[in-house]
Nanobody, 119 residues
Framework: QVHLVESGGGVVQPGGSLTLSCAAS???????????MNWYRQAPGRQREFVAA????????LYGDSVKGRFTISRDNSRNEMYLQMSSLKVEDTGVYYC?????????WGQGTQVTVSS
């Protein structure tokens, strides 16, 4: 199973920016570029919510309605890393952000990084 580690979370004021990273390792029969990648988040008392997705080659992206125009997902297959650039942050963006790797048969999850948007 692929090992995923998120980083870059922290505390930021409303309207600010933050960039998250997801580092992948532990590949055996497959490589990082064989996996589509996603970001999800979960706020206290809420279900885990889809944030953004990116295709294997980084050529296709998809965003949840609540983050469109504010967040940008990207990946660097040479570094086995995925990123989430967040801008114009709102208090409601607060939550634990999770990295997710998906191949045909299933997916793997990181343990998350906390993002807190507060004045």
């Amino acid at each position: 199973q692929v090992h995923l580690v998120e980083s870059g979370g922290g505390v930021v004021q409303p309207g600010g920016s933050l960039t998250l990273s997801c580092a992948a390792s532990g590949f055996t029969d497959f490589t990082f570029s064989d996996y589509a990648m996603n970001w999800y988040r979960q706020a206290p008392g809420r279900q885990r919510e889809f944030v953004a997705a990116i295709g294997r080659a980084g050529d296709s992206t998809l965003y949840g309605d609540s983050v469109k125009g504010r967040f940008t997902i990207s990946r660097d297959n040479s570094r086995n890393e995925m990123y989430l650039q967040m801008s114009s942050l709102k208090v409601e963006d607060t939550g634990v952000y999770y990295c997710n790797a998906v191949r045909g048969s299933g997916g793997c999850w990181g343990q998350g990084t906390q993002v807190t948007v507060s004045s």
